[in-house]
């Protein structure tokens, strides 16, 4: 999962540039899934994912975040970290990578005790949390619109 800037995918020399990228490539990493950038080095691996994993990212600022990697099996070897985004710009777009083939039916349906590489995303929620000076403005803004009604 990459999250970008620059409207789209990333390419080779394109304009979309990768702010955060989070995940594993068994060529590269043997089943350990990476963070890049300040993202640190998480200590998860495939077999401590295998039922899944929560990612719970948190922008704290223009470039800054909070990253929490949860294992839904064994939710005690979660990966937590806070860090500065590679790069700049405003993240725009969200890129998912699959380089596995199906384990369902490419090309044959996958022998019992073979790892399903398929790629599932049960939810995904994008929350945007007004900045605290926004929210007293909007506090401030009922106080009066209550006291004028008070005196009507």
């Known amino acids: 999962m990459r999250l970008n800037t620059g409207g789209g995918n990333t390419v080779y020399a394109g304009t979309p540039q990768s702010r955060m990228a989070i995940g594993t490539f068994e060529y590269g990493t043997n089943g350990k899934w990476y963070s890049s950038g300040t993202g640190g080095d998480p200590s998860l691996f495939d077999t401590d994912t295998d039922a899944g994993m929560r990612i ?53 349906l996958a022998a019992s005790g073979q790892a399903a590489t398929d790629f599932y995303i049960r939810s995904i929620e994008i929350s945007v949390i007004p900045e605290p000076s926004a929210a007293l403005w909007v506090l401030g803004a009922a106080g009066l619109a209550m006291r004028r009604r008070r005196d009507t």
């Open 56 to 108: 719970d990212f948190t922008l704290t600022g223009a470039d800054t975040f909070d990253l929490v990697m949860t294992p839904l099996d064994n939710p005690a070897l979660a990966f937590t970290k806070s860090g500065t985004l590679e790069g700049t710009g405003p993240i725009d777009w969200i890129e998912f990578e699959l380089y596995n083939t199906d384990s369902d039916f490419f090309p044959a």
